[in-house]
């Protein structure tokens, strides 16, 4: 079994809306007949994406159908990658970074702000359904760490009072600008230094 967060409450059913099952259809061209079962990864995404950013099991059970497979199958995968949610993730759903680079630059605090401001434990909703968070590997931006993600946005540059600003903002939907918290563009080097220096 999983080590994942798998919610106690699923629905009974699970069935991709009208336009999903265009998409469906659209992604299964991708492969060979016999190789349909490949189409697993987006076919999950898809189902988290109609469900509010997290599958339901009826969803895993649906997808197993669609490509002909076992439902462990389906499973297996839905289980091994942190980018697939079995629970409820709440509008804002926030991914830690705390690969090296990130725990170098003090995404121990931004954890810290997470358990304070979000909910004490991983993977669990907050009091108000509204968000949660879970630590990640890499997320590929280290060279603005420490940073997390936010559904499909990256915030950077990130200490304690930027990152209790942002989870802050969750009550309001009034959430910062993406990018660098710290106002630098691109990856341009901090306090203004050089990387080349004239003689």
């Known amino acids: 079994m999983s080590g994942k967060h798998i919610a106690k409450e699923q629905p ?9 099952l265009k998409k469906k259809d659209e992604i299964l061209k991708k492969y060979p007949e016999q190789r349909k079962k490949s189409a697993v990864m987006p076919l999950l ?3 988290q994406k109609q469900n509010d950013g997290w599958i339901p099991l009826a969803g895993i059970q649906y997808i197993a159908d669609l490509l002909e497979v076992p439902y462990i199958k389906v499973f297996e995968v839905a289980t091994f990658y942190t980018m697939y949610n079995l629970a409820p993730v709440g509008k804002y ?19 810290d702000m997470c358990k304070k401001y979000i909910s004490e434990k991983e993977g669990h909703l907050s009091e108000d359904k509204k968000s949660s968070w879970i630590e990640v590997e890499c997320l590929g ?9 936010i559904n499909d946005d990256y915030y ?10 942002i989870f802050q ?24 230094r050089l990387t080349l220096i004239k003689n």
Do not use: H, W
Not at 93 to 111: A, H, W
Not at 141 to 149: D, R
């Open 93 to 111: 759903f926030v991914q830690v970074c705390t690969t090296t680079p990130c725990m170098i630059r003090g995404s121990g605090k931004i954890v």
């Open 45 to 47: 995404y898809l189902a």
């Open 141 to 149: 931006a280290c060279v603005n760490a420490p940073m997390i993600q």
């Open 12 to 20: 009974n059913s699970f069935i991709f809306s009208e336009i999903n």
């Open 156 to 165: 950077e540059d990130l200490d304690e009072q930027s990152a209790k600003k």
């Open 169 to 192: 903002s969750f009550n309001d939907d009034s959430l910062p600008s993406i990018g660098s918290q710290k106002g630098r563009k691109g990856s341009e080097p901090i306090r203004d």
